[in-house]
T-cell receptor, first 112, second 115 residues
Framework: KQEVTQIPAALSVPEGENLVLNCSFTDSAIYNLQWFRQDPGKGLTSLLLIQSSQREQTSGRLNASLDKSSGRSTLYIAASQPGDSATYLCAPASGSARQLTFGSGTQLTVLP | GAVVSQHPSRVICKSGTSVKIECRSLDFQATTMFWYRQFPKQSLMLMATSNEGSKATYEQGVEKDKFLINHASLTLSTLTVTSAHPEDSSFYIC???????????FGPGTRLTVL
């Protein structure tokens, strides 16, 4: 059974800082991995999708890396802004239906 | 593109009644749809996976007779919470995939409160 751990659970940084969110998973037999953000009381917004054959993906100020063999992914946010404040969730896809397993998330607060 | 909607966004009902939640893919045909629930301060837990025209596959511990899922078309899946009780109060979120990349797109969620 896939288990996902995200570290840290919460993070507070001043605006402008670069930061790294960590995700680890126990079953390396994944099809892909998605990073999402969730604002309070809202659904999930997909940020990046990394296929199992890829090492990283970039979108604007976001860069996600994947080391499938070691069961790790990181999300790098450059030049953080207050609008980046949200909970960030990592979810590898595995199993016959390629279902996502979610970590508990990292709650990010960017202070103006 | 890849927009998923849910209706209603919020629902309050009395204990013992049934509630239906709709999930629609607005601009694509969804090969697979997923239903999740999320309790306060917790992460998402997969409830079931459904494909159009076939029975849903439920995760262990999820009562299929209580959480009825119908996936009647490639753009619509419904979750019916039957005989709802206060412990069913939660945030229900659906997602859909559209192609072989298997990227999941999520709806905005439905907040269910059972009194």
């Amino acid at each position: 059974k896939q288990e996902v751990t995200q570290i840290p659970a919460a993070l507070s940084v001043p605006e402008g800082e670069n930061l790294v969110l960590n995700c680890s998973f126990t079953d390396s037999a994944i099809y892909n991995l998605q990073w999402f953000r969730q604002d309070p009381g809202k659904g999930l917004t997909s940020l990046l999708l990394i296929q199992s054959s890829q090492r990283e993906q970039t979108s604007g100020r976001l860069n996600a890396s994947l080391d499938k063999s070691s069961g790790r992914s990181t999300l790098y946010i450059a030049a953080s802004q207050p609008g980046d404040s949200a909970t960030y969730l990592c979810a590898p896809a595995s199993g016959s239906a390629r279902q996502l397993t979610f970590g508990s998330g990292t709650q990010l607060t960017v202070l103006p | 593109g890849a927009v998923v909607s849910q209706h209603p966004s919020r629902v309050i009902c009395k204990s013992g009644t049934s509630v239906k939640i709709e999930c629609r893919s607005l601009d694509f045909q969804a090969t697979t749809m997923f239903w999740y629930r999320q309790f306060p301060k917790q992460s998402l837990m997969l409830m079931a996976t459904s494909n159009e025209g076939s029975k849903a596959t439920y995760e262990q511990g999820v009562e299929k007779d209580k959480f009825l899922i119908n996936h009647a078309s490639l753009t619509l899946s419904t979750l019916t919470v039957t005989s709802a009780h206060p412990e069913d109060s939660s945030f229900y979120i659906c997602s859909a995939t559209r192609d072989s990349k298997n990227e999941q797109f999520f709806g905005p969620g439905t907040r269910l409160t059972v009194l």
